[in-house]
Every structure is written in structure tokens, then in C-alpha cells.
């Protein structure tokens, strides 16, 4: 194996039955064809796909080019002990986020009224109603497929308590009681999401915000994300987006 299809091997995510190979900037299609089929006869995928780093729009979706196998982007995929149905040329999904759903996920109180901003396929929503109970979780999204496929998802894994909202978030969180906590995973509108989210929150709720921020070297994204949003108690980086700039978790608490 080459150094180069070494260092792809590393990279290769499983979601369910489908590979996902991250296409490299500098990589024949070619040369990827061929790699697909190596990984179609050395594990038991049904399908495999490339997808490029081009995410955008609102639904936050990459291009994927189909490689190998089966010509199907729809999958189950396990994540800490729940199943999710999801087609991933259709809604956002991230392996790299499920240590920080599982790390919010617990931070839920039993009988808590939650809402979830931008839930997607209801990877956070849906854990956090199986390991904590809260009252209810509000599962916001302005894509119909994710809503689509919450839906269904709740059904998976009977967790009844989700509510499954289709719609812009800004427009269906006022429609909301006031809430214990909220989710917002969403660091591209951060600063609105905070204003909004601190105004529908009850006196001592919590806010979990994913934050976008630039640091140089000589500094802290965590300090600089925290001291932009008061009320801020932890953070932690979540991933660096280029250089100097990342996304970060920050736990925010509303005092009065
Ligand atoms: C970064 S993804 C996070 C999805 C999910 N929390 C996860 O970890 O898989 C952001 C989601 O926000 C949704 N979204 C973007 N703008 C929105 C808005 N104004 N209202 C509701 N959902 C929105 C997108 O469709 C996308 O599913």
C-alpha cells in the first residue's frame, strides 16, 4: 500500500453499511475508483462514497460522488447505542461530533423542557431523551429530510418525548414555552442564536452554543470565545475549521 492510500485508509469513516472516503484535494478520480473497489473486497460495506470538503448551504451538506457498490447514500447508523436512519447526501452528518452529542447529551436533567435548534437526523435530541429523560426535547430543523428522518428516528428508538419541528429555528423557538435548556449547534449564526436562546430561557437554564471564532497563535480560542458570551461557565475546541479559525462548545448559563 502506498503512503499516499495509507494515509486514506486512516481516514475511511463506516456509517452503517456505506465507506465514506474524504477526497483528498490532490487525488485522481481514477485512482479513487480503484481504491473504492479494495475497500468493497477487504470489509463487508455494501457501498462506498467520496465526499468532498465543500460543505455549504443551509443544510450544511458536502457533495458526495458515488465510488463503489450499491448506488445508496440511505443507511442505519449506530451511535452510542442508539440507531439512526439517514440518507447522508440528504441531511448533515458528522462522526467527528459524537463525543461532544454524547458529552451535552448527559448534561440533561431528568424532567428538563429542551430545545434543540438544529438537530438534523436527532443525533443529540434522541440520546438525551434515552440517558436523561427530560420532560420533553423540541428537535428543530429547517431541512425536510432531517425532520424526516427524526421522525422515524424517534420511532427506532421509541423516544416519544422528542418533538420533531420542521421549520426555521429563529421563528419556531418563540413559539416555545420557556426552557431549561437549549441546543445550538450551529457556529455559522452563533451571536443570534445566543440572543435568542438567552431570551427563551428560564433564570438559570443553560445554553450549549457552538461558537465560530478567530484566534492568532498567541491566543486562546476557548478564553476568546468565552469572553465574547457572558455567562459562559466551560468550553472546549471542537474542531479547527483553517487556520485561525475554530469551532467551539461553550456552556453558557442565564443567571437572572
Ligand atoms: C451543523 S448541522 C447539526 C446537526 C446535528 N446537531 C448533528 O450534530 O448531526 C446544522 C443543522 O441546522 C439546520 N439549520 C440551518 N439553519 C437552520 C435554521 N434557521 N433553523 C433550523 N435549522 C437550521 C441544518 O439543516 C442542519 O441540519
Not at 448506488?71 to 440528504?90: A, F, M, P, Q, V
Not at 418533538?163 to 443570534?192: K, T
Amino acid at each position: 500500500m502506498s503512503l499516499e492510500r495509507g494515509r486514506i485508509w486512516k481516514r475511511i469513516e463506516i456509517v452503517g453499511d456505506i465507506a465514506v472516503i474524504p477526497i483528498p484535494f490532490d487525488f485522481e478520480m481514477n485512482e479513487l475508483r480503484a481504491y473504492a473497489d479494495e475497500v468493497m473486497g477487504k470489509t463487508k460495506v455494501k457501498s462506498v462514497w467520496g465526499r468532498k470538503r465543500d460543505v455549504s448551504g443551509i443544510y450544511r451538506l458536502p457533495t458526495y460522488v458515488h465510488l463503489a457498490g450499491e448506488n445508496r447514500s440511505d443507511t442505519i447508523y449506530r451511535e452510542h447505542g442508539c440507531s439512526y436512519y439517514l440518507d447522508l447526501r440528504k441531511v448533515f452528518f458528522s462522526e467527528k461530533l459524537s463525543y461532544e452529542h454524547k458529552r451535552i447529551a448527559e448534561k440533561v436533567r431528568p424532567g428538563e423542557r429542551v430545545a434543540n435548534l438544529f438537530s438534523g437526523f436527532g443525533p443529540i435530541s434522541i440520546l438525551a431523551y434515552k440517558l436523561r429523560k427530560p420532560a420533553v426535547v423540541y428537535s428543530i430543523d429547517i431541512n425536510p429530510y432531517a425532520y424526516y428522518f427524526m421522525m422515524v428516528n424517534v420511532e427506532l428508538n421509541s423516544a416519544y418525548g422528542v418533538i420533531p419541528m420542521y421549520g426555521d429555528a429563529f421563528v419556531r423557538l418563540n413559539q416555545l414555552e420557556p426552557l431549561d435548556r437549549i441546543i445550538s449547534p450551529l457556529p455559522e449564526r452563533d451571536r443570534e442564536a445566543y440572543e435568542l436562546s438567552m431570551s427563551r430561557l428560564k433564570p438559570g437554564g443553560h445554553l450549549h452554543l457552538f461558537a465560530e471564532v478567530e484566534a492568532n497563535r498567541d491566543e486562546d480560542p476557548v478564553s476568546k470565545a468565552m469572553a465574547s458570551f457572558p455567562g459562559a461557565v466551560e468550553g472546549r475546541v471542537v474542531r479547527s475549521v483553517n487556520p485561525g479559525k475554530y469551532h467551539v462548545i461553550l456552556d453558557i448559563r442565564k443567571n437572572t
